[in-house]
């Protein structure tokens, strides 16, 4: 499995999602049209499994008709996955969108009988869940198929840009607080490896010394909540534009406890797919002092 960037396209008909689509063809994207939405997370999946595809691009709207009820529990299912993806939603005014069906002559499939306005109206009802939980929106209506592909290129590349890289860092407090730390973990209250005698000599690198850490459940509680509030914030810090964060966890030494919460804390970030390193800055200096 690789990492994917994968984008996810909808919005109101008529608003130019296929122009949309076309415009990420041409940057080098997978680009898939009206699959049932039930088939999203089977279709992540086989895009991760491929050698050849890494960014792959998703058209889902109401032409799915029953299908598309189950869009919102796809999008749920391939976060459960572990898969990120960024959702475009484009949509313009009525005025613009019942002249584009008038100029041609195709029927709004909300409306194959009645009224352009009306159809509308109930498709942005439909929508609605999915605009809010939309990254970028944008309203087409006065741009040019030309001007469109450049907003979407200038957000892809923002998006890439703005991507978080995460380092984790094991330390030891009697070595020194890192000074490029954003958050500060303390782990000294964890059971302390260093008091049993055949642990003593390995680190946290080593199977034993992570099992004896990890088997205690006040270890095993301290990482739920930790790794839930890290998947609180670190949304907010990619939010927001960071390019870096680094997380230190702290032990006495920065041999034991701190270097396999620090593990463990980087192996559950690295599941959404994002950036991150493992650095260890005291345990080889805390086996030479030993």
Request: charge should be neutral; include cysteine.
């Amino acid at each position: 499995m690789h990492d994917l960037r994968l984008v996810v396209i909808t919005g109101l008909s008529g608003a130019g999602k296929t122009a949309a689509s076309r415009a990420l063809e041409d940057v080098g994207f997978y680009v898939v049209d009206n699959l049932p939405p039930a088939l999203i997370p089977t279709f992540a999946q086989l895009c991760r499994g491929s050698a050849d595809i890494d960014r792959a691009a998703l058209v889902i709207d109401i032409r799915g008709r029953e299908f598309f009820a189950s869009a919102a529990q796809a999008l749920a299912d391939l976060e459960a996955a572990g898969v990120p993806f960024r959702m475009l939603f484009l949509e313009a005014e009525d005025d613009v969108l019942i002249q584009r069906y008038k100029e041609s002559r195709r029927q709004h499939p909300m409306a194959p009988h009645g009224r352009i306005a009306e159809g509308i109206a109930r498709e942005r009802a439909q929508l609605a869940p999915l605009r809010g939980r939309a990254n970028r929106v944008i309203d087409t209506g006065g741009l040019r198929p030309g001007e469109l592909r450049t907003r979407l290129q200038e957000w892809l590349h923002a998006e890439a840009a703005a991507r978080l890289r995460v380092t984790v860092l094991s330390f030891g407090f009697k070595h020194g607080l890192p000074p490029d730390a954003d958050l500060v973990l303390d782990v000294r209250f964890l059971p302390n490896p260093q008091y049993v005698p055949d642990l003593r000599p390995h680190s946290g690198r080593d199977r034993e010394v992570a099992e004896y850490v990890l088997r205690w459940p006040l270890t095993v509680r301290y990482l739920e909540l930790t790794q839930g509030w890290l998947d609180f914030l670190l949304p907010h810090y990619e939010g927001e534009g960071r390019a870096e964060l680094v997380i230190a966890v702290g032990c006495t030494g920065g041999r034991h406890r701190s270097v396999v919460v620090a593990s463990s804390i980087a192996e559950h970030l690295r599941a959404p797919g994002r950036m991150v390193d493992l650095v260890h800055r005291d345990c080889d200096r805390a086996a030479a002092e030993a």
